[in-house]
């Protein structure tokens, strides 16, 4: 009960930052807005098996990981928007230069909700998308809308993929 504490209070001083100066229904928005992301986010304080025994994560982590999921949102978002004009520029190129193709990346993220979210990640990312996971091979299968030679078992050219895991991996592991 105190880390949902702690997470609602945290969420809540990070809407007053962002909102600020706040008014009554700034405040009341903040509220109904912390208990929500206090409800969709209370995976990262769930307690996760560690060979064999179960880590519960204290309000320290908890606010280490917040704020790597902060920094995620806005790289998420500055990754997208390259997507996108890179893909608009291909549609509006004379020639479309397209050249699709399903590429099977290596990845080395073990929990399933952090798979979930790089294999989400990907997806909402205009041109590529997320086919199939081998999680006992650590295995992402992803179809890009332009598959270049260099693109291999190295993940040479995927720098999408590793700096989501990257960021990832301190969220959700």
Request: with cysteine.
């Amino acid at each position: 009960m105190v880390k949902k504490v702690f997470l609602f209070c945290f969420w809540f001083v990070i809407w007053c930052v962002l909102s600020y100066p706040l008014g009554r229904i700034d405040i009341i928005m903040g509220v109904l807005t912390a208990l929500f992301v206090t409800y969709m986010t209370i995976d990262l304080s769930a307690q996760v098996e560690e060979k064999g025994a179960e880590k519960k994560y204290g309000p320290i982590e908890i606010a280490k990981r917040s704020m790597w999921f902060l920094y995620y949102v806005p790289v998420f978002l500055w990754e997208c928007l390259k997507a996108n004009i890179d893909v608009a520029g291909r549609v509006l190129h004379p020639d479309l230069p397209i050249r699709p193709g399903t590429v099977a990346v290596k990845v080395s993220l073990k929990s399933d909700i952090g798979l979930t979210f790089l294999a989400n990640s990907i997806t909402l990312t205009p041109g590529t998308t997320s086919v199939d996971i081998d999680k006992e091979k650590g295995i992402l299968y992803v179809h890009w809308i332009y598959v270049r030679d260099d693109y291999g078992e190295n993940n040479k050219g995927l720098p999408v993929v590793e700096r989501f895991e990257s960021i990832l991996r301190r969220i959700f592991e």
